[in-house]
């Protein structure tokens, strides 16, 4: 029997193998190890993405120029012996697997499969169809989204996982939706009625949303649909999970799933007004303990708190720790961080200046640049506490010009700004230079506009390594914040109502100037222990809190169990 069959886009496993994007494939990537740590009966299914997903470089003029990130698949996975025959409307794509072990700390093993459509035997088009995370035309993600959903389960068939011998579907986000829509038209074979059937399918089947924007989901329009996918499954797409003349993703799951979850308390919220109809637990992400905890924090853990890497609740007792330990280390880790910027830009980093971090997926909602509104304002209010330098990284999607947009404005302000603040913009935002950063920083900085952000999970990775968390109240900070222990909130004035009110967010750059300049720079530069303190809490409240062993545990109880006796 199989517990969890994880389906996603993306899966973030390592640095070297570019089949992520962005935080989506990181929590599947943590999710599935940490399955691993526990010995859980599971497996990831995800397509192979052998061109990558796109490496960042930026020109002169800040312009984002984005070029394939190919990686070498035959260094990390196994060819698997047989293929798979994904069935389209006119025809069948053969699809090769590729897999990759995690193994867990007590060297349990979790599968990772990777579906291959590079095979001789398909047309020109067909073999590039597993090739570009998030690439191509929405006809291509289509047929994608066709190949994950449909090959997936074929391939656990191959496996010997038929339904019976498969506990829980997991879908992360609506790109695998298509898994639903197979399995209810198996189950209709299985059973005498639609709600037999339906029932069956939804004691199976869990659904996870990540995006609180309707617009963020994915919709095929039905003329595309007709050409790909069979028509026995076409005729099966229920009407609510059509808008207009398009199919949404996430509604064909919603409809199809025994459970829906969302990404942390205020994500429910946000997505059962969107959904009116569904009830949707919310499950609060968390990051792998193991993977995200800086190597100089992990050594300073182990002696202290052994039990910290099989079970990181332990690291409520980072409050043992006495405090030059806790400064020395985090002051080893921003060191790497200022000598790899030292080493790369023209600008001087400086080891004792209080150092910000803000490193993400950019685009719109996350407003990356509000804290550069208005630079000459920031220097005056913090001119008599102390400097402050700030570091960005973020990669926009190559397709979206409005954000990359972002990315050339940050560059304007880089060069504009001669002021005592030092600002840098680090290129190629992945998983090597994300853990870089969420240990070396001292403070992680957050500004997306409120009811915008599912989750966000660099925070948490930041927690791991001791570092409080200055936030809008959104995503997972509604749940972790304690202002004065374990950060600071900031900003609540822009709402639906004054989305388009410029003085709302000028509020809210008020907000974050005045945290910083009366709060943030006062305890870092004059209450060291204090501030010391405030990181200790930030690993003993969040860190033991916000990570994946703590997330899957709540899967497990409040999910994957509970669906048993679904309906
Ligand atoms: C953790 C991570 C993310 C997600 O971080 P958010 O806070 O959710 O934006 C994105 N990209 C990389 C490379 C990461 O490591």
């Known amino acids: 029997m199989l517990d969890v069959a994880y389906f996603s886009m993306e899966i973030a496993l390592s640095s070297g193998m570019s089949t992520y994007s962005g935080g989506l494939g990181v929590l599947a990537g943590d999710t599935l190890k ?9 497996l990831g299914i995800t397509l192979l993405n052998e061109q990558g997903y796109v490496e960042q470089e930026i020109d002169s003029t800040g312009r984002q120029i984005s070029q394939i990130e190919k990686w070498d698949k035959e260094k990390y996975l196994t060819k698997l012996p047989f293929k798979i025959e994904v069935p389209f409307k006119d025809r069948s794509i053969t699809c090769a697997v590729w897999k990759y072990d995690i193994v867990g700390q007590s060297k349990e093993i979790v599968p990772i499969y990777f579906i291959d459509s590079n095979d001789p035997t398909n047309n020109e088009y067909d073999r590039t169809l597993t090739s570009y995370l998030y690439g191509g035309d929405v006809q291509y993600r289509l047929c994608q989204e066709q190949i994950l959903g449909l090959g997936g389960l074929l391939l656990l068939e191959k496996l010997k996982y038929n339904p019976e011998k498969v506990r829980v579907y997991h879908l992360n986000e609506g790109h695998a939706s298509f898994v639903g829509l ?31 924007v309707e617009a963020g989901h994915d919709r095929f329009l039905i003329t595309n649909l007709e050409k790909v996918l069979p028509t026995s499954l076409f005729e099966n797409i229920p009407k609510a999970a059509f808008i207009e003349d398009k199919l949404c993703m996430t509604r064909l799951s919603l409809h199809f799933s025994g459970i829906v979850t969302g990404v942390a308390k205020a994500h429910e919220k946000v997505t059962e007004k969107m959904f009116p109809k ?22 300073l853990y182990d002696e202290y708190i052994p039990e910290w890497r099989e079970d990181p609740s332990f690291l409520r007792k980072v409050m043992n720790i006495p405090d ?6 985090h002051l080893e880790a921003k060191k790497e961080l200022i000598d790899y910027i030292n080493a790369i830009s023209p600008n001087k980093f400086s080891v004792d200046v209080c150092t910000l971090g803000y490193a993400r997926r950019f685009t719109s909602y996350k407003r990356p640049t509000l804290i550069l509104a208005d630079l000459d304002e ?61 240990a070396g920083v001292d403070v992680w900085l957050n500004t997306p506009l409120q009811k915008h952000e599912a989750s966000g999970t660099s925070g948490m990775k930041a927690a791991l390594n001791a570092i409080p968390h200055l936030s809008v109240l959104d995503g997972w900070w509604p749940e972790g914040w304690i202002e004065g222990v374990t950060g600071w909130s900031m900003g609540t004035h822009v709402t639906e109502a004054t989305l388009n009110n410029q003085a709302s967010w000028n509020l809210e750059v ?41 997330m899957v545990n709540d899967y497990i109880s409040k999910v994957y169990f509970p669906l048993e006796n679904k309906p």
């Open 510 to 550: 008020v907000d974050l100037y005045d945290k910083l300049a009366t709060k943030v720079l006062p305890l870092y530069y004059q209450n060291r222990s204090g501030f010391v303190e405030m990181m200790k809490h930030s690993a003993a409240l969040n860190g033991s809190y916000f990570n994946t062993h703590r």
């Open 34 to 42: 940490t399955f691993a740590d526990f010995g859980y009966s599971a």
């Open 378 to 438: 920031l220097e005056r209010k913090i001119s008599t506490v102390g400097r402050l330098q700030i570091i960005f990284a973020g990669e926009a999607h190559p397709h979206d010009k409005k954000s990359s947009e972002l990315i050339r404005k940050i560059f304007q302000k880089i060069k504009k700004h001669k002021g005592k603040i030092s600002i840098v913009f680090l290129e190629d935002y992945d998983m090597d230079l994300a853990a870089k950063l969420v």
């Open 278 to 299: 569904y009830d949707v637990i919310p499950v609060t992400n968390g990051v792998y303990h193991m993977e995200w905890t800086n190597p100089l924090f992990r050594k």
């Open 182 to 212: 197979s399995l209810y038209e198996q189950a209709k074979k299985m059973f005498p009625t639609h709600k037999k059937a339906m029932d069956y399918v939804g004691s199976k089947l869990v659904f996870t949303t990540h995006t609180p």
């Open 324 to 329: 030059d330990k806790i400064w020395a280390t």
